[in-house]
């Protein structure tokens, strides 16, 4: 489904790229014959969760940038956060826990290369 701004559709096909990256580049890692430690892998599972959660509350379609203010906000729903915060900060608050856990993973993820000379790495 094509939503109705292109703001929210270059965000999906951004989301989209950077998880398609991430699992390409880990396949390729095992693939090559490396390994994945330990807190790399936490952060994985960690950050694979919370995108999953942020990625329902981006679908819920709470809000357009097609109307005013006034008019998009007709369309929030109730509080569901502590009574003051609805789906869409809820959007907010768990993309950017899960864009710097996509971060973390970029960090962390070679760290089983830190004793191997650079000629000896596979470059895919």
């Not at 330990?38 to 960690?46: A, F, N, R």
């Not at 509080?79 to 826990?97: A, E, K, N, R, V």
């Amino acid at each position: 489904v094509r939503p109705n701004d292109f703001a929210s559709y270059l965000l999906a096909i951004g989301i989209c790229n950077l998880l398609l990256y991430f699992a390409f580049y880990i396949i390729m890692k095992l693939r090559s014959g490396e390994r994945i430690k330990l807190i790399p892998l936490l952060c994985i599972v960690g950050t694979s969760v919370v995108w999953g959660f942020a990625l329902f509350f981006f679908f819920q379609g709470l809000s357009t940038w097609q109307k005013t203010p006034a008019e998009s906000r007709e369309h929030n729903r109730d509080c569901i956060l502590l009574d003051f915060f609805d789906d869409h900060d809820i959007w907010h608050f768990l993309s950017s826990i899960a864009m710097f856990g996509s971060f973390l993973v970029l960090l962390t993820l070679d760290d089983d290369l830190d004793c191997v000379q650079r000629d000896k790495i596979y470059v895919f």
